[in-house]
């Protein structure tokens, strides 16, 4: 049984940073890739970042790339997301997402799992 854990998530003032975790387990996480989703109330869930199994191969939305990194540790079974500088418009429920294929992916219909969430509120 695949399980994805986000942790991180809090209260923030703008301009703040946070470090999103996610832990991984029943899969062979180091052949998955990753990613990062969220979700703002009353809108679409939408993409954030991904990140290649072995950790060469990152991608990013327009309106996170130079504030967001993400990163995993194979090792931990465990993805990570630094979230710099952070806008009121980030606030939103984040999702782990892992995906079988080895290709990275900006669309969440290519993610086979996905964990709980995690609220990010950040105050202006």
């Known amino acids: 049984q695949v399980q994805l854990v986000e942790s991180g998530g809090g209260l923030v003032q703008a301009g703040g940073s946070r470090r999103l975790s996610c832990a991984a387990s029943?899969?062979?996480?180091?052949?998955?890739?990753m990613g990062w989703f969220r979700q703002a109330p009353g809108k679409e869930r939408e993409f954030v970042a991904t990140?290649?199994?072995?950790?060469?191969?990152?991608a990013y939305a327009d309106s996170v790339k130079g504030r967001f990194t993400i990163s995993r540790d194979n090792a931990k079974n465990t993805v990570y997301l630094q979230m710099n500088n952070l806008r009121p418009e980030d606030t939103a429920s984040y999702y782990c997402?892992?995906?079988?294929?080895?290709?990275?992916?900006?669309?969440?219909?290519?993610?086979?799992?996905w964990g709980q969430g995690t609220q990010v509120t950040v105050s202006s």
């Open positions: 997402a892992a995906r079988r294929r080895r290709s990275t992916s900006d669309d969440l219909n290519d993610y086979n799992y």
């Open positions: 029943g899969l062979t996480f180091s052949s998955a890739v």
């Open positions: 990140i290649s199994w072995g950790g060469g191969t990152t």
